[in-house]
């Protein structure tokens, strides 16, 4: 069970901070992954890290500004979204997948958290 919180309006160049708290089993051999979805939009790939061992990787639209990381005592994944833009706002997802590859696709993930939604006012 994923339960992502943290989610609300702020405006343009501010901060937030996502969570992602997982339940009901180790994720240590999984790969959990941030993905958003706007109005109208297909769903997209933000960020990801593998459990193990902390590797990360970060889609080009978001680099420099979202920071992927985790806590392995809490069981929790962040998403760190800083210099929000408006085109920022979507339901922002997390999602598992018992992987050792670091995969984007939406459809490699088996779990997904309800979403939470930020908007950023411009």
């Known amino acids: 069970q994923l339960q992502a919180s943290g989610g609300g309006l702020v405006q343009a160049g501010g901060s937030l901070r996502l969570s992602c708290a997982a339940s009901?089993?180790?994720?240590?051999?999984?790969?959990m992954a941030w993905f958003r979805q706007a109005p109208g939009k297909e769903r997209e790939f933000v960020s990801n890290i593998r459990w193990r061992d902390g590797r990360t990787y970060v889609a080009d639209s978001v680099k420099g500004r979202f920071t992927i990381s985790r806590d392995n005592a809490k069981n929790t994944m962040y998403l760190q979204l800083n210099s929000l833009k408006p085109e920022d706002t979507a339901v922002y997802y997390c999602a598992a997948d018992y992987n050792i590859n670091m995969v984007i696709g939406a459809v490699d993930y088996d779990y997904w958290g309800q979403g939470t939604q930020v908007t950023v006012s411009s």
């Open positions: 009901g089993r180790s994720f240590s051999s999984y790969v």
